[in-house]
């Protein structure tokens, strides 16, 4: 039970470039979200999936779109990385009923240049 | 909307010493609320939870929590310190009334422990 995987760990990319965050979790959790995180600046949520075939933004979600390719798997898409969108990404998924903590991936440090 | 204080950026304490965390919360209805904990380099780990009930709520690795609604506060307490205790730690709130049932995090409190 790996519980929430994160590929890739690191990745620099330049201005302009695209690139696509994979996550899966293998706990059959109903909900998948997408944070950011940033010195000084906790975590901010960038789109969510409440369930299968779901898909909605959160607080920051300019410059990214999501997938939501099953109940496993969750992607965050950069479709022209800018500087401003260098941080840690991290996933996290939710129990469908009866729980309201998220369980969190490693994370994906990217940086733009 | 919800929201998350942690006025604390940076705490040291010495090793074998207690620990006390603050948290203050803002939300409108019955609060559902969550300590993390993320060391170097890692992913968040969920410490403890409060969702109803007794209002000192025990975690992983010997951390309590008490929530006090008069105060809207749910501050973090160890009472021994231990150097594998240094991380960063986040409050957060969970928004029941959205759809996203989002956390809302505050800005972490980031420990360093003296041998």
């Known amino acids: 039970n790996a519980g929430v995987t994160q590929t890739p760990k690191f990745q620099v990319l330049k201005t302009g470039q695209s690139m696509t965050l994979q996550c899966a979790q293998d706990?059959?959790?109903?909900?998948m979200y997408w944070y950011r995180q940033d010195p000084g600046m906790g975590l901010r949520l960038i789109y969510y999936?409440?369930?299968?075939?779901?898909?909605d933004k959160g607080e920051v979600p300019n410059g990214y779109n999501v997938s939501r390719l099953n109940k496993r798997e969750f992607s965050l898409r950069l479709e022209s990385a800018a500087p401003s969108q260098t941080s840690v990404y991290f996933c996290a998924s939710k129990p469908g009923q009866g729980g309201y903590e998220q369980y969190f991936g490693p994370g994906t440090r990217l940086t733009v240049t | 909307a919800q929201s998350v204080t942690q006025p604390d950026i940076h705490i040291t304490v010495s090793e074998g010493a207690s620990l006390e965390l603050r948290c203050n919360y803002s939300y409108g209805a019955t609060p559902y609320l969550f300590w993390y904990v993320q060391s170097p380099g890692q992913g968040l780990q969920l410490l403890l939870k409060?969702?109803?009930?007794?209002?000192l709520v025990q975690g992983i690795k010997g951390f309590e929590a008490e929530f006090k609604r008069s105060q809207s506060s749910f501050n973090l307490r160890k009472p021994s310190v231990h150097w594998s205790d240094a991380a960063e730690y986040f409050c957060?709130?969970?928004?029941?009334?959205?759809?996203?049932?989002?956390?809302?995090f505050g800005k972490g409190t980031k420990l360093s422990v003296i041998p």
């Open positions: 409060y969702f109803s009930g007794d209002t």
């Open positions: 957060a709130v969970v928004d029941t009334g959205a759809g996203s049932y989002q956390l809302t």
């Open positions: 999936s409440a369930s299968e075939g779901t898909t």
């Open positions: 706990m059959n959790h109903n909900s």
